[in-house]
């Protein structure tokens, strides 16, 4: 059976997906958690900058912007 899980930096704008994992450790994770970035939590790709990074995301209805390489660490399931 095929994972339908992938990094949150490879959904497109328009998708969301639900956070079902975090590789990331110390101060950036608690920061994460901070903003919202959750375990269950829905999020969706709004925008990308003209160059694909940094990513605007919208998570319990406010935007957030991270790096590829911070999203990249993000695992989602698709919705």
Do not use: C, W
């Not at 920061?31 to 940094?54: C, H, N, S, W």
């Amino acid at each position: 059976m095929k994972s339908n899980f992938l990094p949150l930096s490879d959904l497109k704008v328009g998708e969301s997906g639900v956070i079902v994992k975090m590789d990331i450790k110390g101060k950036a994770r608690q920061r994460f958690l901070a903003m919202g970035l959750i375990k269950g939590e829905t999020v969706t790709v709004k925008r990308m900058a003209p160059l694909g990074d940094p990513v605007d995301f919208i998570v319990k209805g406010y935007h957030l912007s991270l790096r590829k390489s911070e999203a990249r660490e993000i695992l989602v399931e698709r919705e």
